[in-house]
């Protein structure tokens, strides 16, 4: 068996792409789920029934499908309604399949080869604490039939899994995870102290687990944000230097939104003449790199992982 634990090393890697989707990743927004909208209430005799309360009709006028024209690609749709089932779905809108589980779900849901569905879901002892939308804990595999054949639970005081897993060819699951780092590691690490009193950082980390059992699982990879860091505040750190010479490292003390602030700044004749100390960064090399998602980050983990 592989050792429990295989970290990032391999200089065949392209690690500079990669930690640019980790930190992209921990910095989202956080958004809260919705209930999809309910049909509008039909219209009553208002002379032979009481006046009901309005209900907001659904964008477009109605529930279901609002476009499906030929070019539309032939298939079945699969979405996961932030509850416990998962649907699959013709063009027309017509269900064709359903999975149910006892465990809620916010991520994402996907449909595997063999017709099984693989889904995050949410593990209700978790610790609470963690900030961001779509919480995890728990990794499940249904079969076509709805057999639950792997119900796994992976979180720790310090790791949460959120928003998206896949399962990878050799079988093995891939998680992106939230890590707790509390203000005294945080500030060891460069952090500035005024950023993170009372408070804690979530950088990310990409896990690989291997099924060995119906509710068991052995970690045989992953890779953290947390040990790629740089800062140019401290020079009695170890990792102080130059954040503009090292693109494949993650700024400690990079807050996102600050990035709104420069952009007004720089509108000024001042802003200008200090824009390379402002952003951090070369006279030709942009201020912020990001992708658009958590599914952007687990693409690019399994596409960098390393096979040991």
């Not at 068991?216 to 750190?237: A, F, Y």
């Not at 001042?270 to 958590?294: F, M, Q, T, W």
Request: aromatic share 8%.
């Amino acid at each position: 068996m592989r050792s429990s634990i295989h970290w990032f090393a391999n200089t065949r890697t392209r690690v500079t792409m990669f930690a640019a989707v980790a930190m992209a990743v921990a910095i989202l927004d956080l958004t809260a789920n919705a209930d999809p909208a309910q049909d509008a209430a039909k219209k009553d005799d208002a002379k032979s029934e009481p006046p009901k309360k309005a209900v907001s009709p659904a964008p477009g006028g109605k529930l279901g499908v609002q476009v499906n024209e030929p070019r539309a690609l032939p298939g079945y749709n699969l979405i996961n309604p932030s509850g416990r089932k998962a649907y699959l779905f013709d063009n027309e809108g017509r269900v064709v399949h359903t999975w149910t589980s006892e465990h809620p779900s916010s991520a994402a849901v996907h449909l595997l080869e063999n017709g099984n569905l693989f889904r995050p879901a949410e593990a209700v002892n978790r610790k609470p604490g963690f900030q961001g939308p779509a919480a995890a804990g728990r990794i499940q595999e249904f079969d076509w039939d709805g057999k639950l054949i792997w119900d796994f639970e992976y979180h720790s005081e310090k790791r949460l899994p959120h928003h998206d897993a896949i399962k990878l060819p050799n079988g093995n699951a891939l998680l992106i995870c939230w890590e707790w780092i509390d203000e005294k590691e945080a500030v060891a690490q460069g952090r500035r102290p005024d950023t993170v009193k009372d408070s804690h950082l979530q950088p990310d980390c990409l896990v690989e687990i291997k099924p060995t059992g119906q509710k068991t699982g052995d970690i045989v990879w992953e890779w953290r944000s947390w040990d790629h860091l740089i800062q140019d505040l401290d020079k009695t750190k170890a990792n102080y230097g130059n954040v503009s010479d090292h693109p494949e490292l993650f700024d400690v003390n990079y807050i996102h939104g600050e990035e709104d602030m420069v952009a007004k700044l720089m509108q000024t004749k001042d802003g200008i003449a200090k824009e390379p100390r402002l952003v951090g960064r070369g006279e030709n090399e942009p201020a912020v790199h990001r992708v658009a998602s958590c599914r952007d980050a687990i693409d690019l983990g399994q596409e960098l992982r390393v096979d040991v």
